[in-house]
């Protein structure tokens, strides 16, 4: 599966995934993606999101309200998306999605515990799944993710909350939030 990698200096992610996943507007991002779907990665904040990929067209960067730079001249591959899937509970996700203007909507989602899983998952697997997981309600042990190595230290004391255990074939593992995704989608 392709990674799309999304710079949020670049483009208001924060604001632009939860309203397309909800209005079901499918999107532009920059680059050729030649899969079927692909996962959209926060720089520096993660991977958040699935979207199925529904064309691929070589032009000018199209129109979307959520870029934060002007358009240039140039003309450059653009994939348009539609979010099938979008971590909610993605601790970094949650961390940008309300500095500014909140849609009650996905505020409501948030607070009542809403996730929504990837289409691979069928929402009674999910839940037990979760359920196993939610078992471990104690702080990690480590800030360092044991899939990539990746030190979650950096974000402080915060980094201990993000860190997340993922629980499979009879024992679990402390991973960040991005391994911990992946390995959900992987399943």
């Known amino acids: 599966m392709s990674l799309i990698r999304i710079d949020p200096n670049v483009y208001d992610v924060w604001s632009a995934l939860p309203t397309y996943f909800q209005e079901a507007s499918p999107f532009y991002v920059e680059?050729?993606?030649?899969?079927?779907?692909?996962?959209?990665?926060i720089l520096e904040y993660g991977i958040v999101a699935e979207v199925e990929v529904m064309l691929v067209?070589?032009?000018?960067?199209?129109?979307?309200?959520?870029w934060r730079m002007e358009a240039t001249p140039e003309?450059?591959?653009?994939?348009?998306?539609?979010?099938?899937?979008?971590?909610?509970?993605?601790?970094?996700?949650?961390a940008g999605m309300y500095d500014g203007d909140t849609n009650d909507v996905i505020r409501a989602k948030w607070e009542?515990?809403?996730?929504v899983p990837s289409a691979k998952w069928t929402?009674?697997?999910?839940?037990?799944?979760?359920?196993?997981?939610?078992?471990?309600?104690?702080l990690a042990p480590?800030?360092?993710?044991?899939?990539?190595?990746?030190?979650?230290?950096?974000?402080?004391?915060?980094?201990?909350?993000?860190?997340?255990?993922?629980?499979?074939?009879?024992?679990?593992?402390?991973?960040?939030?991005?391994?911990?995704?992946?390995?959900?989608?992987?399943?």
């Open 57 to 66: 067209e070589t032009t000018q960067r199209p129109f979307d309200r959520y």
């Open 142 to 187: 480590t800030t360092v993710c044991e899939a990539c190595g990746d030190d979650l230290n950096r974000f402080g004391a915060f980094g201990v909350r993000l860190m997340e255990y993922h629980f499979e074939a009879g024992s679990g593992t402390w991973l960040c939030p991005t391994c911990h995704k992946a390995r959900h989608y992987n399943m």
């Open 112 to 115: 009542q515990g809403y996730r």
């Open 75 to 94: 003309v450059t591959a653009y994939s348009l998306v539609d979010v099938v899937g979008l971590d909610f509970h993605h601790p970094l996700l949650r």
């Open 31 to 41: 680059g050729q993606i030649d899969e079927a779907t692909a996962w959209i990665e």
């Open 123 to 138: 929402r009674e697997s999910f839940r037990a799944h979760l359920a196993n997981e939610q078992a471990m309600l104690q």
